[in-house]
């Protein structure tokens, strides 16, 4: 039987066309804040490299693409990480900084189809 959280998640994914690509590429923010507004008690982790952040929630990690196995967390570097600092030092103009690295790697393969 599926935990609720994974439920959740895959009611999220499913929700309209491109949400994975969306929530795992640039929206991981928002995909977390999401997840902490329903599962309160959830922990938001950051990859060492600031390219990613996941939920801890009941000792296990996920992301849009549902749980993540331990390993990945580990190999990646994953650590407990502020929301509130997240937010803080990656807005702009309502756009995280992955999503407008994001969209812009979007608009550059459409210029690059239309060639």
């Excluded at 922990?43 to 993540?68: A, L």
């Excluded at 650590?79 to 550059?108: Q, T, V, W």
Aim: charged letters at 35%.
């Amino acid at each position: 039987m599926k935990e609720r959280i994974e439920e959740f998640i895959e009611i999220l994914r499913n929700s309209f066309v491109g949400a994975e690509e969306v929530y795992a590429g640039g929206s991981c923010t928002h995909f977390t804040g999401i997840i902490q507004w329903v599962f309160p008690s959830s922990e938001v982790w950051e990859s060492k490299e600031k390219k990613h952040v996941i939920i801890r929630y009941e000792n296990r990690f996920y992301d849009i693409r549902g749980e993540m196995s331990l390993k990945k967390v580990v190999e990646d570097n994953y650590h407990p990480a502020n929301m509130e600092f997240i937010r803080r030092e990656r807005m702009f103009d309502g756009f995280s900084l992955y999503e407008e690295s994001f969209m812009e790697e979007a608009r550059k393969r459409r210029l690059a189809d239309k060639r």
